[in-house]
């Protein structure tokens, strides 16, 4: 993600169009649905999208990390992509979201948890914008970036810890694939 001398649209932000394949989306999203992902929580409240967790969970009422089911061999081959992308070891990818937003469905602003390090995120299904701001006195600076379909994107750096990023509802359905590495020393004390 570009601008146009050149530069990254946000320091720390990368991007990768064509990740995967038509036919690999396309399985994918299929392999995604057969999780049965079930409605976000978080303290009480249930959100609109679908998710489902492998290898660490964070669970919001609790406000902890939590270990949860291993990554299922068909994730394995995509993790090593999207790692050999991010310029990561494959195994420091240690846990994956996936998500559905159905029409209707986005994330409102956040950063993610600090438990969690480098975010390499996969779009598949419809295009969508993922926008961010950092607050600047009393205003936000703000930054749209396309999410196309079989692309992906890695937060790091600024970009991860600096700004916070939401997507706002979709009108067709999109499905995300978030792979995450935890901060040294996360993982142990927390399950």
Request: no cysteine; charged share 25%; net charge neutral.
């Amino acid at each position: 993600m570009l601008d146009l001398f050149d530069l990254p649209a946000l320091p720390g932000l990368s991007s990768q169009p064509e990740l995967v394949s038509e036919a690999e989306e396309i399985a994918l999203i299929a392999a995604i649905d057969a999780t049965s992902p079930s409605p976000f929580r978080f303290q009480g409240w249930e959100g609109k999208r679908l998710t489902s967790s492998f290898g660490w969970s964070y669970d919001f009422d609790r406000m902890r990390l939590r270990q949860a089911e291993p990554l299922p061999d068909w994730l394995l081959s995509v993790r090593g992509r999207a790692a050999a992308f991010a310029g990561l070891p494959a195994d420091t990818l240690v846990q994956a979201l996936l998500i559905r937003y159905d029409p209707g469905a986005g994330i409102g602003w956040h950063r993610d948890r600090p438990a969690f390090e480098h975010v390499v995120g996969i779009s598949l299904g419809a295009p969508a914008t993922m926008r961010f701001r950092r607050r600047q006195g009393d205003r936000f600076q703000r930054v749209n970036v396309p999410l196309l379909p079989r692309g992906a994107y890695h937060l790091s750096g600024e970009a991860r810890h600096g700004w916070e990023h939401s997507i706002a509802e979709m009108d067709r359905t999109r499905w995300s694939i978030t792979f995450r590495s935890l901060v040294e020393g996360q993982g142990t004390a927390h399950t």
